[in-house]
């Protein structure tokens, strides 16, 4: 599904990354393991087509991801960040929705069919109670959580994950974490990086 190609980037003159070379297969759960200052963050820019490579390629299911425009990719990959506040009070179910953004036009408002997979999601979740709360007043933990609906609610064939856990207690840790291996059973391809070599072996609910 993804190769990453004698993949050469960084920033500036220097390239961090040097010849790299992976490829995953659908519904595969990879997790990079590494310390700080390694590459692991420039790594995940460069699949998400946010640092371009000075050599080498990263194509999905055939294309390269380069050469996407933004909506396609936002169609294709969903990516959850370490850390996220957002600069307006939005409820956690509109933050979600704003997952369904690439499958709409431009002066489009959701209808019924997005805001279901947003419940879905939210229920699955485990977080469907927090629905209606506003999203800044939430704690770091309960953020992540909605940052992680909100990925999902775009239906990506994967899902890139920086560090996701990592403001979760270990109860959210566990339940976080079985979920997106359960999702990658059905075929959703999976790349998370983090410091905890514990997190490759949760299991599936």
């Known amino acids: 599904m993804l190769v990453v190609s004698h993949l050469y980037a960084g ?12 490829k995953t297969k659908k ?9 700080n200052g390694c590459g692991k963050t420039t790594l995940l820019k460069s699949i998400l087509g946010m640092i371009k490579p000075s050599s080498g390629k990263v194509t999905l299911m055939g294309d390269d991801i380069h050469k996407m425009d933004v909506k396609t990719l936002a ?35 959701p209808q019924s069919q997005d805001k279901n997979i947003v419940d879905r999601i939210l229920d699955m979740l485990g977080i469907a109670w927090m629905a209606d709360r506003t999203y800044t007043k939430l704690s770091g933990g309960q953020r992540q959580m909605v ?15 920086d560090e996701p856990a990592a403001s979760l ?23 998370m990086v ?4 514990d997190h490759a072996y949760i299991p599936k609910l």
Do not use: W
Not at 194 to 197: E, I, K, L, S
């Open 11 to 22: 920033y500036g003159q220097e390239d961090i990354l040097q010849d790299i070379y992976f």
């Open 27 to 35: 519904g595969e759960f990879i997790c990079i393991l590494g310390a």
């Open 75 to 109: 169609q294709k990959i969903a990516y959850i960040p370490q850390a996220h506040v957002p600069p307006f009070p939005f409820k956690v179910r509109d933050v979600v929705l704003m997952g369904r953004t690439p499958y709409l036009g431009y002066f489009a408002a």
């Open 147 to 161: 940052l992680i609906a909100r990925a999902l609610a775009q239906e990506p064939a994967l899902l890139i994950m």
């Open 169 to 191: 207690d270990f109860g959210n840790q566990y339940n976080m974490l079985s979920r997106v291996i359960n999702l990658s059973e059905e075929g959703m391809g999976v790349i």
């Open 194 to 197: 983090t410091h905890d070599p």
